[in-house]
């Protein structure tokens, strides 16, 4: 596969070895811009390994990770900084140069994207777990990214939460950055995805529209795992 | 046991009528430790976090060398300084031997690598749980020295009052270096070890116990600030 | 009731709190180094500071001489030695042979005479060896040893250990004979705890208040007479010592004002040390 330096992301026969095993095998692949893409597998496939290796926090052992614009990353944790909400979605500005005088009205508008207005001065640690997930997404969301990766972003939330990421997440679809996320719920893959990438055992064994994979899934495994028979 | 019944009422004694040569070492002690204090978390708070976060060869090396420095003996601290500053030593021509600064130096390398292990420790756990998110977010481990600092603000404030603790307690350094001259360089501790030498326990015993409540009260307030 | 965990005052939140505080700890440290008073220093020996001499005298020759005078004490071989690295102005020990040793190789110029107190042997009141009221302090310890009896010695290379190895007709060692390596006051404290014998000072006698059951059983032998010397350090050889301040000092240490005033120390109504300047 060529690489095309005009796709957010490509991979070419990635692979990833730790312990003696290989945990990812060869997985090769052009990520368009547009879609929502969606990674599914049973427990162990590999897709928060890939998700790391995509996001460049692992170093595949084989093959090429290929990238071009901002990325950012939301994990299922959210993991906030001692500090005030603010505090931490001006941290993430800093890092990134934004200048001193433009991040206070950046720090409200992101705020306000998801909002968390209201709690600007609060310490972060002292929100809810979906209001931290929601503020995490925002920080993530402040930097602009042209990539954003989501791993299981709602496994910990409850459904009312769940929903509000949700919402968030496709509001930052809408502004542009190409969303790749992993989930273990299939319903949220039915309703996030626009493109689906199979993963079991660290092998990439389907990707294509989302309608084609849920209505007719060419491999064995894939059709077993909607079915809720593919435990791992 | 009734000295100790005794020396609770020669402390409260003293401490009330403002005694004029308590106020004067208690100050003394303050003003020597807080110093040490203050230099040693300068030093150690950024050396213990790079010792965590930077990856350099021999690193391991310096992590284990700092643990093992922790237990230096105060007496040997203050024979080296002693050495040092001493007028047929090679700093002598600064003449800081027997002044406070001379005790502010020997407290502060006893209490450095303290702060500084500790933080390691400290610092070493928060990038186990912050690494992915920090790196995600574009910092290097160089830049995550101020923002871990920061964000252990709570154990660390543990970790300089564990530094004070061992200077305000120590006696050994500060007795060879500063030579436990009256109106000029005794402390607390160093009139604790004289009135002992001298026989009179019962004021010894008090001047431990005015001790003792200083340090409760320091740690209590820090504790107090840092909520 | 209202979560007020994530409610913190402003100020403690600020990093530049904790920097304004440190750096003015460190002020407050270094404040020492500026404002200093004119000064000299002395080492002498813990039994000599601690009989309460030095704050009986020092401040009248400060008065008279705007000279304050720094003490530092310890035993008297460190005393020697602080005055060999040149780390003090003035040395005031007891100990004629280290102090002419001193003298002649060159670490001081001329040593003059002080003052003098004495020994005394004191011991638990069973007083096992017998030794009670007598004058003749070898024939005394002769008997201590004989009898085994504890026995407490400075062991530190002090004045007064040197004094007490003199005394004996030979070294010493055994169960019964203890080196505690420690000054005067520890030293009886050891003595007192064990019931056993010691050498002391009168001047730490007199100013010990832990005695228990010790009480003073040989003294008046000339061989206890315990004289002091005072060495200004020499200038030659430390061109850094305030010679002119320490020389000020000696000179009124033998003269008629500082002779007076050791005349006039007592400690429980008792004159602790003869003046002997000539």
């Known amino acids: 596969m060529s690489i095309d330096s005009n796709l957010p992301l490509s991979l070419d026969d990635v692979s990833f070895d730790a312990g003696g095993e290989r945990h990812i095998h060869g997985i090769s692949y052009d990520f368009a811009a547009g879609p929502r893409t969606v990674i599914l597998g049973p427990n162990g496939a590999g897709k928060s390994l890939l998700l790391r290796l995509c996001h460049g926090l692992l170093t595949p052992s084989t093959g090429i990770v290929q990238s071009t614009g901002r990325q950012a990353m939301l994990f299922q944790n959210p993991i906030m900084l001692r500090r005030s909400a603010a505090a931490n979605i001006a941290y993430a500005l800093a890092i990134n140069g934004v200048p001193a005088r433009e991040r206070p009205a950046r720090v409200q508008m992101a705020l306000s994207r998801v909002g968390l207005e209201a709690f600007a001065q609060r310490a972060a640690r002292a929100l809810s777990v979906g209001q931290q997930q929601r503020l995490a997404l925002t920080r993530a969301w402040a930097l602009e990214p042209e990539l954003l990766f989501l791993d299981e972003p709602t496994a910990s939330l409850d459904p009312a939460a769940t929903r509000a990421i949700e919402q968030a997440i496709d509001d930052v679809h809408n502004s542009g950055a190409k969303i790749i996320m992993t989930t273990h719920d299939l319903a949220q893959a039915r309703r996030l995805a626009d493109e689906v990438l199979f993963l079991h055992h660290g092998r990439l064994l389907e990707a294509g529209a989302a309608d084609m994979f849920f209505s007719r899934p060419k491999s064995r495994e894939a059709a077993a795992f909607l079915e809720g028979e593919l435990l791992w | 046991m009734d000295e100790l019944g005794e020396a609770f009422a020669t402390a409260l004694g003293l401490i009330v009528a403002f005694d004029a040569d308590l106020v004067e070492i208690v100050g003394l002690s303050l003003q020597v430790s807080l110093s040490a204090m203050g230099l040693a978390a300068v030093v150690g708070l950024p050396l213990g976090a790079l010792v965590a976060l930077i990856r350099f060869p021999g690193r391991t090396a310096a ?17 080296l300084v002693y050495l040092m ?10 003449g800081l031997l027997f002044t406070p600064t001379a005790m502010i130096i020997a407290q502060w390398l006893l209490i450095t690598p303290i702060i500084a292990a500790l933080t390691r420790q400290v610092i070493e756990d928060l990038w186990v749980e912050y690494a992915e998110q920090l790196r995600s977010l574009g910092s290097t481990r160089l830049r995550a020295v101020p923002t871990l ?12 009052l564990a530094g004070f603790g061992r200077a305000l307690a120590e006696v050994g350094a500060v007795m060879i270096v500063g030579g436990n001259i009256d109106h000029a360089t005794r402390v607390m501790t160093t009139a604790i070890a004289l009135e002992t030498s001298k026989g009179n326990l019962v004021l010894a015993l008090a001047l431990g116990l005015v001790l003792l409540t200083l340090s409760l009260t320091i740690s209590g307030s820090a504790r107090m600030v840092s909520r | 009731m209202v979560r007020r965990s994530w409610v913190r005052r402003p100020w403690t939140r600020r990093p530049w709190t904790i920097r304004t505080i440190l750096a003015f700890v460190v002020l407050l440290g270094s404040a020492n180094v500026w404002g200093q008073e004119r000064f000299i220093t002395l080492a002498s020996t813990t039994s000599t500071a601690n009989s309460g001499l030095f704050d009986s005298i020092l401040p009248r020759f400060t008065a008279s001489s705007g000279i304050a005078v720094r003490v530092v004490a310890v035993g008297t071989g460190a ?57 003749n302090a070898p024939e005394a310890l002769r008997r201590i040893a004989t009898a085994r009896a504890p026995f407490v010695s400075r062991g530190d290379d002090s004045g007064t250990h040197k004094a007490e190895l003199r005394l004996w007709d030979a070294p010493q060692s055994g169960d ?24 002391a000072d009168r001047g730490t006698w007199l100013s010990f208040a832990n005695r228990g059951d010790l009480v003073a059983l040989v003294e008046g032998d000339a061989r206890l007479f315990n004289p002091y010397g005072v060495i200004l350090v020499n200038p030659a050889r430390h061109p850094h010592i305030k010679a002119a301040d320490a020389v000020a000092f000696i000179d009124w240490l033998t003269g008629p004002q500082g002779q007076t005033a050791i005349g006039a120390f007592t400690l429980a109504g008792e004159r602790l040390f003869t003046p002997s300047a000539e």
Do not use: C, Q
């Not at chain 3, 080196?179 to 010691?198: K, P, Q, S, V």
């Open chain 2, 149 to 160: 600092l920061w964000d252990g603000r709570h154990s660390l404030v543990t970790v300089i």
């Open chain 3, 79 to 135: 005393a020697l030695k602080l005055g060999e690295r040149g780390d003090v102005d003035v040395v005031l020990v007891h100990d004629r042979d280290a102090e002419d040793r001193f003298v002649a190789a060159g670490f001081g110029t001329a040593r003059r005479d002080v003052m003098y107190n004495d020994f005394l042997i004191v011991g638990p009141t069973a007083d096992p060896a017998a030794i009670g009221d007598m004058t």
């Open chain 2, 85 to 94: 500053l001493s007028r047929a030593g090679p700093f002598g021509v600064f």
């Open chain 2, 63 to 79: 992590a284990a060398l700092l643990d093992a420095l922790m237990g230096l003996p105060p007496v040997v601290i203050g024979l």
């Open chain 3, 176 to 199: 019964w004979y203890r080196e505690a390596g420690a000054g005067m006051g520890a030293t009886l404290n050891t003595a007192r705890a064990m019931a056993a014998y010691t050498l």
